[in-house]
C-alpha cells in the first residue's frame, strides 16, 4: 500500500470530521498522540503500561486503518483516529479528559507559505488545554530548532501549561517515556538533535467545553 508522506491538514476534504469516534471508558487513564502515523510510539507504550488507552490521532486514513488492523490482531489497547486534530478534538472525545499528549516530529513545512500548514499553533494549543485535566502532561519533540521553537512559543503563551524545564526551556533530560516513535528512532541512531519540551496543563484556568 501507498501512503503519501505529507497531506494538506488545510484541505476541504478534511473539514468534517469523517473519523469513527472511539469508546473511551473512564476507568482507563487515557493518553493521546496527536499525528501518530504508525503508531510504534504509542503500541511501545502500551506494551509497557497495558492499563491505558492509547488513541493515536492520524491525517491519513490509510495509516489509521493500518494501526487499528495491527492493534486488533496485537490485542493492544491502541486505537487510531482518522481527523484533523486541530479541528476535531471535541468531536472526538466529547467530555472525556486525558493524561497525557504526544506530540513526535510533526510536518515541518519549511517553504514560508506552508507555515500555516504547521500542526501546533494557537488552535491546537487551545484544544490540547480543554482535552487535557489538571497535572496532564504535554510532551513535544522537534530535529529542527526553528520547528522546534515556533511550537514551544505557542505552548508558553497560551498561559495554561507549566514548563517542567522552566519557561522558555527545553527539556534535558532525554525522553522521559522510555519509548520511540520511528522518527525519534531514526535521529537519535544518525545522531541528529532532538529538542524535547515537557508541559503540565495547569488548574490556573476551569476546563472549557470542547462541542
Known sequence: MRIRQHVN???????????????????????????????????????????????????REDLVALVNKKARAAGAPVIAVFCQAQLHLGEIFGSAR??????????????????????????LVAGIARLARPGAEVLVQRDVWEIALDAMAMLERDGQFANAAGEWTFWRAGNPYGVRSWREQHAEDNGLPIWRMLYVRTAASPARSLA
Open 98 to 123: 486525558v493524561d497525557r499528549v504526544y506530540l513526535n516530529f510533526p510536518d515541518p513545512w519549511f517553504k514560508r507559505r506552508h507555515h500555516v500548514r504547521r500542526m501546533v499553533d494557537a488552535t
Open 9 to 59: 491538514p488545510l484541505g476541504l476534504h478534511f473539514e468534517q470530521f469523517r473519523g469513527e469516534r472511539p469508546a473511551l471508558g473512564a476507568e482507563r487513564p487515557i493518553e493521546v498522540e496527536i499525528g501518530c502515523a504508525d503508531a510504534q510510539f504509542l503500541f511501545e507504550r502500551a506494551a509497557r503500561d497495558p492499563g491505558r488507552t492509547y488513541v493515536g490521532l492520524e491525517i
